[in-house]
């Protein structure tokens, strides 16, 4: 594979171009793509012509760069958490019909949550979160759930680092986290009013499958009010339904 003076492949090159994206920025201009990923930014005007030429990027109205259809087509084609998904739809567009609100399904994805699915509505509360963005674990319902049901490993390494204060409830010590996480596992729930928005309860329960093996976690958005608890009973019971239909133990 060619490479550059640097001895950097056109492969790294190209990747570096694609991590200039992120869910902040999802059109970048060619002088702050170069800016970004590093690369001259005549270098980075061949390749993106490049990769335009194969539908991987497309420029806008605005001659900005976006991440092109054929890109979305091949990961939505080969996700691995496609089956997860499309497993999980039915019963999250039940709970969605029940609550009006946003239900969501996440994954763990390195030290962060990732979200992979959502369902919202017009006049829904304010969502941090994002389809296909991160969030820390810290922070949210589903990434409590992942981190109370992770290795070991993953939960030291968290509470031993700094820790982002969203709001004054976002639980930031690690004493107090721990004893957090050990109670999500203990009642299968992670109820956490105001913790990311103060406005805002985030509920999550986990998914599982074969052998008790949390793979998602199931959650929703509502407002931070006194009915927000009974929201907790649906959501456990639509994440057990995902679960049975993954091949958990009844």
């Known amino acids: 594979m060619a490479r550059s003076p640097s001895g950097e492949s056109v492969l790294s090159r190209a990747v570096r171009i694609f991590e200039a994206f992120d869910a902040d920025t999802p ?15 005549a ?12 539908g991987w990027l497309r420029r806008d109205a605005d001659r900005r760069i976006r991440i092109g259809v054929r890109i979305w087509e091949l990961v939505s084609r080969a996700s691995p958490t496609l089956g997860l998904r499309e497993m999980a739809m039915p019963f999250m567009q039940d709970l969605h019909a029940v609550i009006g609100n ?20 017009p ?13 820390p674990l810290h922070a949210s319902a589903p990434g409590l759930v992942l981190l109370a049901n992770g290795p070991l490993e993953l939960q030291d390494s968290i509470l ?6 969203f709001t004054p409830n976002t639980v ?11 109670e999500i596992r203990r009642t ?57 239909a993954l091949g958990a133990d009844r």
């Open 172 to 182: 930031t010590d690690p004493k107090a986290l721990r004893a957090f996480l050990g």
């Open 188 to 244: 299968g729930i992670a109820f956490c009013p105001g913790h990311l928005d103060a406005t805002t309860t985030s509920i999550a329960a986990p998914v599982r499958t074969v052998r008790g093996l949390v793979v998602a976690a199931l959650a929703t958005i509502v407002p931070n009010d006194d009915a927000a608890r009974s929201i907790a009973p649906a959501v456990q019971a639509t994440a057990r339904g995902i679960s049975r």
């Open 123 to 135: 006049g829904s509360v304010r969502n941090l979160s994002r389809y296909a963005g991160r969030l």
């Open 43 to 54: 270098t980075t005007s061949r390749l993106v012509n490049e990769l335009i030429g194969y």
């Open 160 to 165: 031993t680092r700094p820790l982002d204060r």
């Open 27 to 41: 059109a970048i201009g060619v002088s702050e793509l170069a800016r970004r990923t590093g690369l001259p930014i």
């Open 102 to 121: 946003h239900v969501q399904l996440a994954v763990l994805q390195d030290s962060e949550v990732l979200y992979i699915e959502r369902l919202s509505a």
